[in-house]
């Protein structure tokens, strides 16, 4: 804490937390507050720029006001010398620093205060105003989008169910392939057909028995036709693309019999590993049947 209290008070002397530190009763408004405010300034930085008009509203030093820049990135030296501002700029400069305060004073001779306000342009918007969303969104430029998420997080099955699934999408459940390259001890082949090496892909799948479920669950909704296929080697992109030749309407219904369906296989084939339970079809697909109808109770309820 005293670490964190050294940087902000840092920061609150160098002016970087102006519009946040102060309250109407001269208190700091929170630590939480002061924490994003410290960590958000240099996209806002960014995003920020700055027409000069009479200047009232822009901030000297930090504000994006000459050609897109500001002093601080035009000349950091002056900022950094001894921590303090223009005023006390006085004795110790370096070459360096010399030359960055001339040549601050050449790029500051073009500029001439007006009697119009300072216009702010917020670059992360095509309408140059603030939304909230647009900075929102801005902290997820670069990030990669996990295609499930909608539907897994969307749908009305228990939240159990949806963990497993998020976690099964990602390949992070303890099957045996993730076992084997740590070295732990696991099954050499599926539990299930006892023909391939073991994977959440192919356990969800590819597996002939798992197969088999998914006929006999579909089958009983008329859904026949989005039957994984011997050739679908992932979960997400068959549930993708099953999930398309469903009706609107019909859709959200789908997606919870994949839910629950997928959730069952799961703890079957957890039986068989922990429980030492066999590969049974029957005692699959009634296991789905009851936790289908306690689904379908818990939503009617809600």
Not at 37 to 43: C, D, N, S, Y
Not at 189 to 213: G, S, W
């Amino acid at each position: 804490m005293d670490v964190l209290n050294s940087l902000f008070t840092k920061a609150e002397g160098l002016g970087l937390l102006q519009p946040f530190t102060r309250g109407n009763n001269g208190q700091r408004i929170s630590l939480y507050a002061d924490d994003v405010a410290l960590f958000i300034r240099p996209t806002l930085d960014i995003a920020l720029q700055t027409t000069i008009g009479s200047g009232s509203t822009t901030k000297f030093w930090t504000d994006r006001w000459i050609h897109g820049n500001s002093i601080n990135d035009l000349a950091p030296t002056m900022l950094l010398v001894d921590h303090r501002w223009a005023h006390d700029i006085q004795g110790g400069l370096s070459l360096i620093g010399l030359y960055k305060l001339f040549q601050l004073t050449d790029i500051l001779s073009d500029f001439v205060l007006t009697q119009e306000d300072d216009t702010h342009i917020w670059r992360l918007d095509a309408s140059g105003q603030y939304t909230a969303k647009s900075a929102y969104l801005a902290f997820f430029n670069g990030a990669t989008t996990f295609e499930p998420w909608h539907r897994i997080w969307k749908t009305w099955a228990p939240a159990k169910c949806k963990i497993f699934l998020w976690l099964a999408g990602r390949n992070r459940c303890w099957t045996a392939d993730r076992l084997a390259r740590r070295n732990l001890p696991h099954p050499e082949r599926c539990l299930f057909c006892d023909q391939e090496a073991e994977d959440i892909q192919h356990i969800l799948t590819t597996c002939v028995f798992t197969r088999d479920f998914w006929f006999r669950v579909l089958s009983s909704f008329g859904w026949k036709l989005c039957v994984p296929s011997r050739h679908e080697f992932s979960f997400s992109d068959w549930w993708r693309k099953s999930a398309k030749k469903i009706q609107k309407d019909k859709r959200k219904g789908f997606n919870i019999l994949v839910v629950l369906g997928a959730w069952i296989i799961w703890k079957h084939r957890n039986a068989c590993v922990f429980e030492g339970a066999r590969p049974s079809l029957d005692n699959l697909f009634q296991a789905f049947k009851d936790e289908h109808h306690l689904c379908m109770s818990w939503t009617k309820g809600v």
